[in-house]
T-cell receptor, first 116, second 114 residues
């Protein structure tokens, strides 16, 4: 399977600040990456699909101006939580498809965001 | 609403007991089905997947799942669990044509007592 990393693994920030989370594909080029959000004791919810070189596709109910996604290269996608508020505190996880496994997604280790 | 449903939220078993975790989906048409596992403090890992062919799928660590199309189900099984199987288990579905859009079930927490 593919190897996916995320940075940082956890971050604490003040309300009103912006936080950038990186997702990297370490062993192959990914044209498409996905961003999920996981609340404690709950399932993963797809936030958006990140497409290399084009605009991300957001799921219904996800504010695109709040969660900025940039997929500038085939190995890096970034999620920026702008003007973060305590309700944005969550576990953010990225994933990608390897292409070799069809629709199989490989997940990063996640980033724990806490907004004070 | 169309969804993925896992029947058991929290399962507690003793070692060597048999496991079956239920998963049902409500989408019509062709689907790709997955079971992922999340061990404590670790990221999601793929246990097994079904795209087509033999509806009985074997995955890693002795897990298997059976796709029953008529029941819209994809239940996960293991004949004999180990303490190391303690984890969160997620069923997920991709509908045909929705490449990459994984829809997850609520998850089942499995606790195996030694």
């Amino acid at each position: 399977g593919a190897v996916v990393s995320q940075h940082p693994s956890w971050v604490i920030c003040k309300s009103g600040t912006s936080v950038k989370i990186e997702c990297r594909s370490l062993d192959f080029q990914a044209t498409t990456m996905f961003w999920y959000r996981q609340f404690p004791k709950q399932s993963l919810m797809l936030m958006a699909t990140s497409n290399e070189g084009s605009k991300a596709t957001y799921e219904q109910g996800v504010e695109k101006d709040k969660f900025l996604i940039n997929h500038a290269s085939l190995t890096l996608s970034t999620l920026t939580v702008t003007s973060a508020h305590p309700e944005d505190s969550s576990f953010y996880i990225c994933s990608l498809t390897s292409g070799r496994g069809g629709n199989t997604q490989y997940f990063g280790p996640g980033t724990r965001l806490t907004v004070l | 609403a169309q969804s993925v449903s896992q029947h058991n939220h929290h399962v507690i078993l003793s070692e060597a007991a048999s496991l079956e975790l239920g998963c049902n989906y409500s989408y019509g048409g062709t689907v790709n089905l997955f079971w992922y596992v999340q061990y404590p403090g670790q990221h999601l890992q793929l246990l097994l997947k079904y795209f087509s062919g033999d509806p009985l799928v074997k995955g890693i660590k002795g897990f298997e799942a059976e796709f029953i199309k008529s029941k819209f189900s994809f239940n996960l099984r293991k004949p004999s669990v180990q303490w190391s199987d303690t984890a969160e288990y997620f069923c997920a579905v991709i509908r045909s044509g929705n490449t990459g859009k994984l829809i997850f079930g609520q998850g089942t927490t499995l606790q195996v007592k030694p």
